[in-house]
Each structure stands twice: as structure tokens, then as C-alpha cells.
């Protein structure tokens, strides 16, 4: 019996399936659902209004998301005739897998029984996955052969190349100062989070978040009241939820990666030995700091209005771009000292 | 002639951190509010709005006071009011007389207060709600025996009746409607 329970743990928590499957799918749902209820609600509280109420008032709210999530599953998925059937219905899903692939490659733990890959080189290989997604938007876009969701696909290619090199260049700049690719010795090296050593890497780094995954004010890809939904216009039911989905997945994926960096990891917790100590433990509160991160993400579609795409361009290559190069500057600076 | 073209200049470039206090402001505001929400959604069937004597809603016609003079049913602008006739007997005199009444069809009034204003006897009066459900088409248009009472109006007897007033430092809230005080 006891052997069987033993079996059933290993399998649950050998890394790729614990990271991929429980933390990235269970896990970022289960997240999102949340973040989505707490962007609603929080946007509601700025905006003097309730928002979601009436399903339950007690839990102010909560079930409705469960509810929207039902609904899109059993919608009628429409293909329109004209668009590129296979492509149209690959890209959603492909851009929702993508989008969580890079939690599947970042240590949860220092515990090196629980890595999923060797962590040599891991934070380049997390952002190369995180790169990977947005170009299935674009597919989505031209599969769907509508001409807002072209324009929303063009949109999303130009924002693509504002925000990538501000993400990679503020998140590496976490490596530049410790010296080393591998992100278990980044989160060690953290005697004092790196946020504070270093606000201006992770401020740029929280812009291009931002950025990457359609949060207010850099909501130009899916902007309602000019695109309709952008790449998504012609999407309907499950489809539509996913590629909903994938960009919060999306932002689950940058905020681990994020608080791995800058917000110390699992600190003040020390891995130890066992499943319990040495995974468990350490994987939720990486998994909770993210939240934290999310929720700080949400607040801002309540502050914030539309920014148009040339404002966005021009904010994210005069302003934010150069932000992420006065980061990396500090990073080796701070290398050179021999701070962290 | 054509219009003349203007050439519009673009405002000069503001400094790099031109925005910096502007958005500073906007997260203070923005983090005010979701500690301390003012919110003044109304959460309608658990309350209502209270609105004062004179606010246009329902029609009532009071008999006693009508002249059946038609002038209600003639001004109407969405022909809502119309006569019907009835064959009544006289008081004094008693012999059958036909007499005019006006009846009304909730299908088509907007409530506009027209009738009210001008009939001469003052033998229509408005009740202070609007916000009454009918099952079909057919319960909206009243004959005489609905016309000459009050409508039920069931939202008062579950809902909190609640006003809105402006308020000097908070804009506008949401207070009880009778006590006055703040919620
Ligand atoms: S309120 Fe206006 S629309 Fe309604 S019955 Fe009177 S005159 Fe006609
Ligand atoms: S205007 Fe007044 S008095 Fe004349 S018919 Fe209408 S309700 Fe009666």
C-alpha cells in the first residue's frame, strides 16, 4: 500500500509533470480565475461600482468566473467558412500550451532532486520560451481572415518588437549581476531581493510584462472600441477562452519567472529534503508571491486608460528601452562591487 | 467655397518625465479608491431609488373631478390616452346617459405628464414610481375599474428606499432615504 501511495507521489511530483501539469495548468488556472474575479472587482472598487455580485453575494462574487468558464466551454464553436480551419484552431491552443511552457522549465526549489532540466543555462532557455507564443496570435489573426483581426495581428507583431528585448534585457540583467545563467543561483544569491538592489531593471521588466500580455494601458492588440477583438473577432466558446486564457497564463509565466528574479524565489523558505520541504513548500510560495505580482499587474486596468499604438511604441523605445539599458548598467555595476 | 486648409502643428515634445507626476497622481487616486471604495451602485431590487412628489410616473385619474372633457386623451402625443364611452346613469335626473371616460395604454405612454398638465379639473395625478412588471402586453392597457386607483408598486415593499445627493467633498452618494443619514 504503502509502496502504491510512494508510486502515485513520484509520478505526481516527478518535475515536468508537477511543474507542467499541476502548477502550470491546475495551478495558473486556478490563479487566473482568481486574478480575473480580483481585476474585476478592484476596477469595480476604483470605478464606484460593485462588480461581480449577485451569484453569491457572501463570496462577493467569486462563482461568477467559474460560471463564465462553463459557458465558454459548452459555447458553439463557430468556424467561419472563409478562414484557414486547421490554423484557426490550432493557434489558440498552441498559444495557451506555449504560454505555460516556461514554468515548466524554471526551478521551483534548490533541492536539485526537483529540477526538471539541468538549470545551467535555465533563465535563457524560460525567456526563449516565452518568446515563442505571441506568434501565434499573429496566426490566429491572419487564420481568421477578418480585417480586425489582420489589423489586431499587425498591432500585436509591432508591440511584440517594442516589448521583447525590454523583457530579456531587464530579466537578464538579474544574471548579469550574479554572473551566472542558472536561476537557482540567482534566487540563492539573493540575500536582499534583487527588486531592491535593482528597481529600475524590475520596473521595466513589470512595463514589458505589461506589454507582452495586453494589460492596460498597453491594451492595443485586443483594443475594444477600435479592433473589436483584434486577433480574436472571429473566435467564439472554448476557442475564445483560451486565447483569453493564454495571456493571463502568459503573465502567470512572466510573474514566476519575475518573482524568481527580483522577489527572491521561495525565500525566506529554505528547501530541505522530501517531497513535502523540498518541493511542495518552496513551489507554493513561488506560486504565491506570482499571485501577488498578478494582482499588482491588475491594478493597473483600473488606473489606466488606452495608450494609442504609436504613444505605446514610442513610450516603450524612448522611455522604457533605455530604463532597461540604465538596468543592465546597474546590474554590472553592481557585479563589479561584488554586491549580491 | 471650399473650406480653406489649416495647418495644425503638433504640441511641442514635453520632457522625458513630463508624465512621471501625472501617473504618481493616478495610482494614488486609483490605490485611494480601492482602500477606501465609495461606491454608489444602486443594487436594484434590494433598493430603489426613492423619487420625490411631481416625478412623472404612473397616472392615476381620480372620477370624482373629471369633466369628460377629452382633452387629456386629445393632447396626448403618443396616443396612449384614449375615451371610452359608457352608459351611466344620471344622479339627478336619473336617465341613461352616455359619458365619455379616458382610459390608458401603458404600451404606448411615455410619460410625458402632458394629460396631467393640461386638464382642466386637475382629476389626473402622477405617482412618484415607474418601475412596475407586467406579465403581458394585454395587463398594460387599463380599463377604467385600474385607471381610478393607485398601481401596486411591490418594489417598495421588499427594497431599501435610497436617494442620491451631491455631496461637497465626495461627489455623489448614496444615503437612506428616509432617516437622511449616510450609509
Ligand atoms: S403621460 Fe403623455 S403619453 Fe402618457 S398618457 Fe399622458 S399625455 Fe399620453
Ligand atoms: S382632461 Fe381631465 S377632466 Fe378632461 S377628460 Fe381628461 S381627466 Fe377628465
Sequence with gaps: ??????????????????????????????????????????????????????????????????????????????????????????????????????????????????WPIPMDYSILVALALTTVSPIFLIVAGWASNNKFSIIGGVREAFVITAYEMIAIMSILSASAAVLTF???????????????????????????????????????????????????????????????????????????????????????????????????????????????LMMIFSLTRSIYGRFRLDQALEGAWRLVFPMAVLGFGLALLEAYLGVM | MP????????????????????????????????????????????????????????????????INCSSCARICPAAAMRMIRRMEEDPKTGKKKMKLWPVINYQRCIFCGYCVDVCPTEALYTVPYHDIVYENMAEMDWGLETFVKPPEYPTAKEGIPVKYIVDEEKGLVKVRAEEGEEE
Design chain 1, 1 to 114: 500500500m504503502a509502496g502504491i501511495i510512494d508510486l502515485i507521489l513520484s509520478i505526481i511530483f516527478y518535475p515536468p509533470i508537477y511543474q507542467l501539469v499541476l502548477v502550470g495548468l491546475t495551478g495558473s488556472l486556478v490563479v487566473v480565475i482568481f486574478i480575473i474575479w480580483f481585476e474585476r472587482k478592484a476596477t469595480a472598487r476604483v470605478q464606484r461600482r460593485l462588480g461581480p455580485y449577485h451569484i453569491a453575494p457572501r463570496l462577493a462574487g467569486l462563482p461568477q468566473l467559474v460560471a463564465d468558464l462553463i459557458r465558454y466551454a459548452f459555447q458553439e464553436v463557430i468556424i467561419p467558412r472563409t478562414a484557414d480551419r486547421e490554423l484557426f484552431v490550432l493557434a489558440p491552443i498552441v498559444a495557451t500550451v506555449l504560454s505555460i511552457l516556461p514554468i515548466a522549465v524554471v526551478p521551483l526549489t534548490s533541492n536539485p532532486a526537483y
Design chain 1, 182 to 292: 542558472n536561476l537557482v543561483e540567482i534566487v540563492e544569491a539573493q540575500r536582499i531581493w534583487y527588486i531592491l538592489l535593482n528597481p529600475i531593471a524590475f520596473l521595466a521588466a513589470f512595463l514589458s510584462v505589461l506589454m507582452a500580455t495586453s494589460g492596460f494601458p498597453f491594451e492595443i492588440p485586443e483594443s475594444e472600441n477600435e479592433v473589436v477583438a483584434g486577433p480574436f473577432t472571429e473566435y467564439s466558446g472554448l476557442l475564445y477562452g483560451l486565447n483569453m486564457g493564454a495571456a493571463y497564463m502568459k503573465r502567470f509565466a512572466f510573474s514566476i519567472l519575475m518573482v524568481l528574479v527580483f522577489l527572491g524565489g521561495w525565500s525566506p523558505y529554505t528547501p530541505g529534503e522530501g517531497i513535502l520541504s523540498g518541493y511542495l513548500i518552496p513551489s507554493l510560495i513561488v506560486v504565491a508571491k506570482a499571485a501577488i
Design chain 2, 3 to 66: 473650406a480653406r486648409p489649416v495647418v495644425k502643428r503638433l504640441p511641442a515634445r514635453r520632457g522625458l518625465f513630463a508624465g512621471f507626476k501625472g501617473n504618481v497622481d493616478a495610482i494614488t487616486i486609483g490605490l485611494k479608491y480601492l482602500v477606501d471604495p465609495k461606491r454608489i451602485t444602486l443594487i436594484y431590487p434590494n433598493e430603489y431609488i426613492k423619487l420625490d412628489p411631481g416625478y412623472r410616473g404612473f397616472i392615476v385619474l381620480e372620477p370624482k373631478k373629471c
